[in-house]
DNA sequence: CTGAAAGCGCTTACAG
DNA sequence: CTGAAAGCGCTTACAG
């Protein structure tokens, strides 16, 4: 591996020069930089990273901070793979690297801890549905955070979550004006920002359409599979059971289409259900899942634009706001 | 940010001793250690990462080359996230991080840069299914490497993939044993590891069985689910259709399926299906796919466990034969 | 068991 | 536009 000071000597120039030509070129004359880059496209040099880091304390080094343990925290997110793709491509436009952060030693300085030994220029954190304090104690710290679906803010912190109460009350327009008047919901857990906000866009939508919601109506799931086709089944044995049901999760929602089958009872005649994800199995699931899908590769790219604001500007300028995406109801055949 | 030489000063040693404390703590003596671990926990020193990589050209990172842009190269891998998973904790436990590598300017010599630059300790490379050059390259250069579904190897690189060919002779036996003779198969991209082995172990049971195999019975498909569906039809027409087909992947196996619903055929009265995979749709998809498992979590334990051999053997010491982990034949409705 | 010193490969004021 | 020099925060022979 060659080194600055090899290339230097290579072109008699001092390393400062090489150095300038890599980071500000500009400043160098034209004869010299030419004669720099080509010496160093011959001999193959490459800038150490670590080096750079430790003179300039800015690594290029984003730090995810996911918590792969979601069979304790109880939630994986539903697009962690499109999430994942579309954050390294927009970072990738600007030079910055994706670091999956091992767990070390536990304890709430965790992550922060991490932070500081990599010179991370910044963070992104994605919501496991458990109030970790290791997660929250990086909103209050001095470095760049944008969190996914968890509503923190902080100095240099925002977030980035779909527009849950809109994309609820856009589910139950559509199942208002399909006529239904008797409309459940399975919710999510209400510590998470989705659980907790779709269930109350719900609510509020049912209440300006003047349709009465009796509390059992509001059943509550985990977002996975089994927990929806349990509350579905708890809804159908009511004594009125609804006619129509929002899922707050795509994978509820097929629990529940389950819950529906098993008893024997047709989609969308007896019972109309619409989801909320629109994840890869709702167009493939008979009779088509219909659902409010999130804006996924916006997630990335949202987070990584805001990421990189908040690392262009001073350490005092104020957090960019939340941003809330947009959703949209997809038409299948479940309602 | 406390460095060593503030911490070494608030103790009364010598920064030499505290470097010790934190890395080989078994030659400083008792007492000392313990009033520099006591002095580091109070002021919160945190080793410098960088600094220590520029020291030691040993970074504590994995690279993890995963080309995202698999609309492009035509395969996406069905567990990535479980791969992810599982590497991730395996890594963990040895204090390494997973650093997902920007792709910056192409060339063959991409990824290396990139190796170099880091001074990563090794990387695991996900096939995309394209004959990468920038991927072929890691191969032969002097870096741990582990390939996953990618039949590379090199002085210090090797792979991991599914028994391939066992899990095609799975399906065979088993479908041979549930009486069929006329099996036919949706084979996956032959430039893909996965694809061409389970297409060659598939042939070799037929033969083995001594089921003859027409060519019109060999149908190719890409691993996505319209592929699947489009050779089932082809199939399908055929004058001596077969009455079970080996599909390849589990997503065109799902095509498949759609196929046979769409053409007013039953399964698996009509024609039986044995995919490949079991993914988490396998199991929702009405009647239930019958599958040839593979031990997802296995994949990333298996290069990480290669990994870190590479990475504590000497430069010269070979590389870890290639690790092939066992596939499952899962029961359910198609087959 | 411990310390002084050189070195890892860069960047960046400061002069010129 | 360019160079000499200090400094970033560690590790590790080498002495003692």
Chains 1, 2 share one sequence.
């Not at 910055?96 to 709430?108: F, R, V």
């Not at 997660?135 to 923190?152: E, K, S, T």
Request: aromatic share 4%; hydrophobic share 45%.
């Amino acid at each position: 591996m060659a080194t600055i000071r090899e290339l230097a000597r290579h072109c008699g120039v001092s390393v400062a020069t090489v150095s300038r030509v890599f980071n500000t070129p500009e400043v160098v004359s034209q004869a010299t930089r030419q004669k720099v880059e080509a010496a160093a496209a011959e001999i193959g040099y490459l800038p150490n990273e670590s080096a750079r880091t430790l003179a300039t304390k800015k690594s290029n080094m984003i730090g995810l901070v996911w918590d792969t343990d979601h069979r304790s925290t109880g939630w994986r997110h539903p697009f962690l793979q499109e999430i994942l793709v579309a954050l390294k491509s927009a970072l990738s436009a600007h030079g910055l690297h994706l670091l999956l952060l091992a767990s070390g030693p536990d304890g709430p300085e965790r992550h922060l801890r991490s932070v500081r030994r990599h010179n991370l220029d910044g963070v992104v954190l994605i919501d496991n549905g458990s109030r970790d304090p290791a997660v929250l104690g990086l909103a209050d710290a001095d470095i760049p955070c944008v969190a996914l679906d968890l509503p923190l803010t902080g100095p240099r912190c925002t977030h980035v979550t779909s527009d849950n109460r809109g994309g609820a009350a856009q589910a139950v327009a559509y199942l208002h004006k399909r006529g239904h008047r008797r409309i459940a919901t399975i919710a999510g857990p209400a510590r998470t920002g989705p659980g907790a906000d779709r269930l109350s866009g719900f609510r509020d939508a049912l209440a300006a359409h003047n349709v009465p919601l009796p509390p059992e109506y509001v059943t509550h799931g985990d977002f996975y599979l089994a927990s929806g086709r349990a509350a579905m089944r708890e809804l159908l044995l009511l004594d009125t059971p609804p006619t129509a049901v929002f899922v707050a999760g795509d994978e509820m929602a097929v629990g529940a289409l389950q819950a529906v089958t098993e008893a024997g009872l047709r989609i969308p005649a007896h019972v109309s259900i619409v989801g909320f994800d629109d994840i890869e199995l709702a167009a493939l699931i008979p009779p088509g899942l219909t659902t409010i899908a999130q804006d996924r590769a916006g997630f990335g790219t949202a987070a990584a634009e805001a990421l990189i604001a908040m690392i262009q500007s001073p350490a005092d300028a104020p957090a960019p706001p939340p941003i809330i995406l947009p959703t949209s109801l997809v038409r299948r055949g479940t309602a």
